[in-house]
C-alpha cells in the first residue's frame, strides 16, 4: 500500500502558473505509475495526465497538453504537476493516484491509491 498527500493547490489568475506535488510513502514509489486526476462541482472526474513507472513516459489528455507537464522524482517519492497557462476551465480539486499497472493509464478503475485532493481555482 502507499499513501499519497498533494499539496501546491490555490488561486491564480488566468494565465498563471501552479505546480502541484503528490508526496508517497508506505510503498515503493518507483514501482508505481502515477496519475493526475481532476473533478469540478458537478462534474465527472477527468483524467489528466500518467508518468508511468517503467521508463516514465508520459501522457496526457488533450485538454491539457502543452499546457501542463507530469514529472516525478524516484528519489524522493514524489510526483509533479506543473500547470502553465492556466484558464478558468482548469478549476477543480486534483487528485494524484498510484497504479502497479505499465504504461497509458488513463482511467480511475486502473488506480488502486488515491491522494486526498487540492483545490485549484483559476480566476477570470
Known amino acids: 500500500q502507499v499513501q499519497l498527500v498533494e499539496s501546491g493547490g490555490g488561486l491564480v489568475q488566468a494565465g498563471g502558473s501552479l505546480r502541484l506535488s503528490c508526496a508517497a510513502s508506505g510503498g515503493t514509489f518507483s514501482s508505481y505509475t502515477m496519475g493526475w486526476f481532476r473533478q469540478a462541482p458537478g462534474k465527472e472526474r477527468e483524467w489528466i495526465a500518467t508518468i508511468a513507472k517503467t521508463d516514465s513516459s508520459t501522457y496526457y489528455t488533450d485538454s491539457v497538453k502543452d499546457r501542463f507537464t507530469i514529472s516525478r522524482d524516484n528519489a524522493r517519492n514524489t510526483v509533479y504537476l506543473q500547470m502553465n497557462s492556466l484558464k478558468p476551465g482548469d478549476t477543480a480539486v486534483y487528485s494524484c493516484?498510484?497504479?502497479?499497472?505499465?504504461?497509458?493509464?488513463?482511467?480511475?478503475?486502473?488506480?488502486?491509491?488515491w491522494g486526498q485532493g487540492t483545490q485549484v481555482t483559476v480566476a477570470s
Open positions: 493516484a498510484a497504479s502497479r499497472l505499465v504504461g497509458y493509464v488513463d482511467h480511475a478503475r486502473h488506480y488502486a491509491y
